[in-house]
């Protein structure tokens, strides 16, 4: 659909609009739609009414934060952003957004243009919110068209304010996986990392780079959006990487910054898991060294080193070694609702570690009920529970009627599956 169709959809002006509070927030106050109703619960708990009138406030409130996300307060933008992205972390609102997505992209991108330190992360942030909210289509690939240049600017731009740049790393990594319709430009973007982390790399004189602790983090922000695109990089394109950047990322086991170690650990792992799903008589031509090293890292004494990030490192690092001597997970079952997923593979740690880190607390729910990231972790459509196993689930009257409608919508409407435009190597 072209831009210009989109640009009047803005509403009428609202009165000053309060950010969500913690009771706002809640599974009780927060509806996507009302098409599917328990009729007995509702009219033992206040009727259609009440819900009806929870819906209303709740839409009235988003509107007035899409409206407030151009105000001249940079106070009030923030604000505005922080409530998009509190609704949009915690609840399914597709056709809310679908209908206004151009606009809200229209606000991020002039937030991140033209806003400046805490309103640009929060601009980069609703903008992989969106994405999930919109999923892997046509809609999501409209959005991002106009923000990845945007982004790919701040990105390279050294002058640009480095916890900006940082967040810009992270939301350009998942954007990228959710809505980069050709796997070309997904390796473009992986380019643009890769000039980042590198820098990390120590010099051929063997001498490491001194930078700061901001500038470590953005290049470990930068590490991690790259390992995430690993997932989806075609055979072809993973033994390019393989053979440039294998040899060298040991290299950065050495780095003074715990994250930037474990994210480094974590990025070894995901290749050789990668590499052996291409081929399973897959080899190292420095294994005994590598291995040596993360042995090394899993049982640090170092006393120079703070206790909680050697317990961190140490706990890591055991997967870790498992992983390239063994071929080894320790995987990890996630409980939500009624159902089970095991994270049981590198890949799918990556995955999930990234989405979550947008959705944190409303991951469980977006598990449930977002019918992209099921699709992305091959749970299936969302499940239609009876009511007797909702009961059971102790939760509320208005969190049963949610949790059913998104199930209901999901499985009536047809959607574009995940990465279907792509090459995809290995499974979840």
Partial sequence: MPRSKKRNSRGGQHATVQPFSDEDASIETLSHCSSFSDTTSVADEGGEANEDAAEEDFQYKLKGFIDSTVDKSAKTRQGALDGLKTAMATRILYEFISER????????????KKGKGEEQRAAASLACLLCIQLGSGIESEEVF??????????????????????????SLGLCTLVAEDDIM??????????????????K????RPAMGPQTTQLHTNALLSWALLLTICTASQLKDILHKHLPKLPM????????MRIAAGETIALLFELARVMDSEFEFDEWDDLCDKLSALATDCN??????????????????????????????????????????????????????EFVGSGMNYHLQANEFIRDVFELGPPMLVDSAT?????????????????????????????RDKRVDVGEF
Avoid at 101 to 112: F, P
């Fill in 101 to 112: 997505r151009m606009t809200i992209t229209d606000s991020i991108e002039r937030c991140l």
């Fill in 145 to 170: 068209k106009t923000l990845k240049p945007v982004f790919k600017n701040i990105l390279a731009d050294g002058s640009a304010n480095i916890q900006v740049r940082q967040a810009v790393a992270t």
């Fill in 185 to 202: 430009d997904v390796h473009a973007t992986m380019e643009c990392f890769e000039g980042l982390f590198t820098r990390s790399y120590v």
């Fill in 204 to 207: 051929e004189d063997g001498t």
């Fill in 252 to 259: 950065l086991l050495e780095s003074e910054d715990v994250n």
């Fill in 303 to 356: 006393k120079h080193r703070a206790k909680t990030d050697k317990r961190k490192q140490r706990s890591v690092f055991r997967d870790v070694l498992k992983a390239v001597e063994e071929g080894d997970f320790q995987s990890e079952s996630i409980r939500f609702g009624t159902e089970r997923m095991t994270i049981d593979t590198w890949v799918r740690k990556r995955t999930y570690d990234a989405f979550r």
């Fill in 390 to 418: 909702l009961k059971a689930m102790k939760i509320s009257r208005f969190e049963r009627h949610l949790y059913n409608s998104a199930a209901f919508k999901a499985r009536t409407k047809a959607r574009n599956k995940f």
